[in-house]
Structures are given as C-alpha cells and as structure tokens.
C-alpha cells in the first residue's frame, strides 16, 4: 500500500484501534443531495464503512458501503430519495468482516432546497 501513499512517517494502527475520526455532512443548494466528508485513522489494513442516512421518522434515505478504502480521507456524495426535509441522521459504522468492528459515529444535519 506504500505506493498509493507516500507519506511513510504516518503511525498506522492495527484493526482494533482503527476510528472514524471526522463524519460532516454538506448539503447541496439544491437540497436533493449530500456532501460526506468521512476521515478514519491510518490503517494498516483496510475496514469496511457502512453509511445510512435517515429522515426525521428513522426511515432510510440513502445508504452505500464502502469495501476496503485506498486512503483514510473519503468524500462521496449522497443523494436523497423522495421530497425530504431535515433534520436528517447520517451514520457511519467501521468493521472488519471477521474482526473488530467500531462504535458508530453520528451526524445530525438539515437540508432544503435554497428555493423552498
């Protein structure tokens, strides 16, 4: 993995200490999509995220996984099924399929359309 990421003076942490360190949610103008900014700690091997985004009911949103990430610092963009408002629930969950798996980090966030 060293030649995807040159930066060799990064501490990288075995699985069980592995974190999701920054869950920020953007929203779009157009209040129909979601900018996710997600950062976990340098790993030495690669997680799994699970990503949900639910409504003020707990109803899912939109969700996606993400298998084996190339780097720690991820940006995705969501978007929202149906005519939704906030406020909106993202969560994001870190596990390793046979391993450890870490506490879910939330992110509670509005999003309307600038026009209504």
């Given at each position: 993995?060293?030649?995807?990421?040159?930066?060799?003076?990064?501490?990288?942490?075995?699985?069980?200490e592995?974190?999701?360190?920054?869950?920020?949610?953007?929203?779009?103008?157009?209040?129909?999509?979601?900018?996710?900014?997600?950062?976990?700690?340098?790993?030495?091997?690669?997680?799994?995220?699970?990503?949900?985004?639910?409504?003020?009911?707990?109803?899912?949103?939109?969700?996606?996984?993400?298998?084996?990430?190339?780097?720690?610092?991820?940006?995705?963009?969501?978007?929202?099924?149906?005519?939704?408002?906030?406020?909106?629930?993202?969560?994001?969950?870190?596990?390793?399929?046979?391993?450890?798996?870490?506490?879910?980090?939330?992110?509670?966030?509005?999003?309307a359309?600038?026009?209504?």
């Amino acid at each position: 993995m060293a030649f995807f990421l040159p930066q060799d003076n990064l501490q990288r942490v075995a699985p069980e200490e592995t974190r999701i360190t920054l869950l920020k949610a953007e929203p779009y103008p157009d209040g129909r999509r979601v900018r996710v900014n997600l950062e976990i700690t340098p790993f030495q091997e690669r997680p799994y995220i699970e990503i949900l985004l639910s409504d003020v009911h707990g109803d899912e949103v939109a969700s996606t996984t993400i298998v084996e990430p190339m780097t720690w610092k991820l940006e995705l963009t969501l978007h929202l099924r149906g005519a939704q408002r906030g406020p909106f629930t993202l969560e994001a969950k870190l596990f390793y399929p046979d391993g450890p798996q870490a506490r879910p980090v939330t992110c509670i966030f509005n999003a309307a359309p600038e026009n209504g």
